[in-house]
């Protein structure tokens, strides 16, 4: 199939042409893309979904684990499986604005979250951080929350690269339940 490609770029007209390249539809994440579920505001009422999450079943929501103060959950629009937020139950925007018990237990569930990934699923490394504001990139600039991607070896392949496709190998639900039987106690 290869042996057709060259470096001059083909014209693709209509549906039917045939290409060099497999196609994987991941149609679930449009609804990442047209912004489905964003809130319409700042407030707390205002369809947060950071704000609902935890009225619903871990289930359902797809929380890990619950704390005080902070919750534990699988992003929904993941950049790799086993994608986490830490998130306050507190409607909060700004990391300055969480009261120190918060940042405590942020910072506690951060380093459980590590390990129970480490353990389900023997992560090599993480990328851990927040985007404070909609100019720094957050998607839900309201309500603070803080991802932990766990990274493996060559977890970087062609289809992130070129196909703008991430590949994830299981569901959310039996990820969620794998981190929460692997996740430690306090």
């Known amino acids: 199939m290869l042996s057709r490609m060259t470096n001059e770029p ?3 007209i209509g549906v039917g042409t045939p290409d060099a390249f497999q ?3 991941t149609p679930h994440r449009m609804a990442y893309i047209q912004g489905e579920n964003k809130p319409t ?3 707390a009422d205002d369809g947060c979904p950071f704000c609902s999450i935890p009225s619903k079943s871990d289930e359902d929501g ?7 103060s902070v919750y534990a959950v699988l992003n929904l629009y993941p950049y790799n499986g086993g994608h986490l937020m830490i998130v306050p139950f507190r409607h909060v925007a700004d990391y300055t604005d969480l009261d120190a018990a918060e940042t405590v237990e942020l910072a506690e569930f951060t380093k459980r979250a590590m390990r129970a990934l480490r353990t389900a699923s023997g992560a090599h490394g993480f990328n851990i951080g927040m985007n404070q504001g ?3 990139g957050a998607g839900i600039a309201a309500h603070l929350h803080q991802h932990i991607v766990p990274r ?3 977890d970087t392949n062609f289809m ?4 703008h496709t991430k ?7 039996d990820t969620r339940r794998m981190l929460a039987d692997a996740w430690p106690p306090a």
């Open 23 to 25: 196609r994987l539809w």
């Open 10 to 12: 083909e014209q693709q």
């Open 62 to 68: 797809l929380i890990v684990a619950r704390g005080e």
């Open 160 to 163: 992130p690269v070129v196909g």
């Open 167 to 173: 590949v994830l190998p299981q569901l959310l639900a």
């Open 134 to 136: 909609e100019a720094a």
């Open 152 to 154: 493996w070896g060559g």
């Open 41 to 43: 505001g700042s407030g």
